[in-house]
């Protein structure tokens, strides 16, 4: 839809300069104020269409996101779990990651650069790695008493992150470079999918199916 709504902005655009330019070259004070009366009015339906375009891309880019992982876990003691994470890249599953957490939660965090609104508009997505994944309690109280699990997943945060964390003062380009976290109960019964966002990370719930072939 979108795509069918800029063809026709720019073709009632490019019409409307065109009927524009030729109503200045007629003759007659009359057939020049008609001429460019009919061209206003296809510029306006034609700047009308591409700025619904332009809207429409916007949010789409502002509402998009990409999966990041697939996370499974089942119970294995007392708030403790193991947790198998499959790691996604351009759709792709790669080879799965076991962990042993203990909690009743568990959280995924890594670095974010977030790009200024006018790229995120363009459909760039924010660039992230996704570094840490850790147990959670989700009262404070067994949070302090516990000893915390946490694994890597990536290493920690790289050397674009750290390029962008300091020169982001001076980058008009960039909105923010922060850690995003993201974290959410333990249950077995589902299928729960990590995905990136403009704004950070974003986990959602999915009845399980198959589970998907990893490659290499």
């Not at 599953?93 to 995120?120: C, M, N, Y």
């Amino acid at each position: 839809m979108m795509t069918w709504l800029g063809v026709i902005g720019f073709f009632l655009l490019t019409m409307g300069i065109s009927v524009g330019l030729g109503a200045l070259r007629r003759r007659g004070l009359g057939a020049k104020i008609r001429g460019l009366v009919f061209s206003a009015i296809v510029l306006s339906l034609g700047l009308l269409c591409v700025g619904l375009t332009m809207a429409l891309r916007s949010f789409e880019a502002f509402a998009d996101s990409v999966k990041v992982s697939e996370v499974r876990c089942t119970w294995v003691g007392s708030k403790e779990f193991t947790l198998t994470y499959i790691p996604f890249r351009r759709g792709t599953p790669k080879a799965p990651k076991t962990f042993r957490l203990r909690g009743d939660q568990w959280s995924i965090s890594g670095g974010v650069v977030k790009w200024h609104p006018w790229l995120t508009a363009l459909g760039i997505m924010s660039y992230h790695r996704p570094t840490r994944i850790s147990g959670r309690y989700a009262q404070t109280a067994e949070e302090t008493q516990g000893s915390p699990t946490a694994f890597n997943l990536n290493g920690e945060l790289d050397w674009i992150w750290w390029v962008f964390y300091r020169l982001d003062p001076f980058l008009p380009f960039v909105d923010a470079t922060y850690g995003s976290s993201a974290f959410t109960y333990v249950n077995p019964a589902l299928l729960v999918e990590v995905h990136v966002t403009p704004s950070g990370y974003l986990i959602q719930h999915r009845r399980p199916g198959p589970r998907p072939k990893p490659s290499s």
